[in-house]
């Protein structure tokens, strides 16, 4: 694969998914007991949103930049801005999800972080290097599911969130999470997606429907019509095992931030399936 996050730093789609993620660890840590962290496709931490990758994709403007400076009211979009430094103006700087949830995590918390590209993961450990109770992996974040689950700690959040590059990725990220759930049933799991002109997000949709698995949350941000030919249309996840009253909270934040980065477009916060 030749895919560089670095492309696409910052943009909406990593804005929607960070404040998930920070939303869910702030939720997970509310009890003291030690969390696990498992990244299956963790990037290289950090992005320079001033070098030749980021400023040659030129999504950032219209993702963290659309913040710098906004009056809001969301304490999980506040904690967002505090943790990605998104009121910078303008921002340099954008953490991938690795740095964003150890930015998070406790001292007592423990991460897997796994990336496959060589030069991306050494990058990575050398984000995270001296950080105690934190592993960065190179290889295939699919099997990392089965060395690492279930955890010893039996309570944290698995973000499965691959580049999609490959034409079997839809049908890959739905038996990860079915398999993921079937090694560590009471884990909160984040599956990331893209939204693009087509239907492979119905799809898969669809099957986690059928799929026999409960509690899958779904949440939902577009920035264009779903059926746009320009890229990227919006950013969806699936949680499973979403925290208590995850659905009402996350529907205001993403309503504002909606209001936020595009104006229009929609969010949704539904569940695919029930308990």
């Not at 991460?111 to 990575?124: F, K, R, T, W, Y």
């Not at 290889?139 to 990392?144: I, V």
């Amino acid at each position: 694969m030749n895919y560089r996050h670095a492309f696409h730093a910052g943009n909406f789609a990593d804005v929607h998914k960070h404040v998930v993620l920070l939303a869910l660890l702030e939720r997970l840590k509310q009890k003291p007991k030690p969390l696990f962290y498992l990244d299956t496709h963790a990037g290289r931490g950090g992005y320079d949103l001033r070098a030749e990758d980021a400023t040659r994709g030129g999504e950032w403007p219209e993702g963290i930049a659309r913040l710098a400076g906004r009056p809001l009211q969301s304490a999980d979009l506040l904690r967002y801005v505090q943790a990605t430094h998104a009121a910078d103006t303008p921002p340099t700087w954008y953490p991938g999800s690795p740095l964003v949830a150890l930015g998070a995590l406790r001292e007592g918390d423990r991460a897997v972080l796994i990336e496959q590209q060589p030069a991306e993961a050494q990058a990575l450990k050398q984000a995270t290097h001296g950080r105690r109770n934190v592993a960065v992996i190179c290889g295939d974040g699919y099997a990392g599911l089965k060395s690492h689950l279930p955890p010893r700690e039996n309570r944290g959040l698995v973000l499965i969130d691959p580049p999609y590059e490959a034409d079997t990725e839809f049908a890959d990220v739905e038996r990860a999470l079915r398999f993921g759930l079937s090694r560590w049933p009471n884990g909160v799991f984040a599956l990331w997606y893209p939204i693009k002109a087509g239907a492979q997000s119905q799809r898969l949709n669809a099957a986690l429907q059928s799929s026999g698995l409960r509690k899958l949350l779904r949440l939902e941000l577009t920035v264009r019509p779903a059926d746009s030919p320009i890229g990227l249309n919006g950013s969806g996840l699936v949680i499973a095992n979403p925290p208590w009253k995850f659905d009402s909270e996350m529907s205001d934040a993403l309503d504002e931030l909606r209001a936020a980065l595009a104006g229009s477009g929609r969010s949704t916060v539904e569940w695919l399936v029930g308990e």
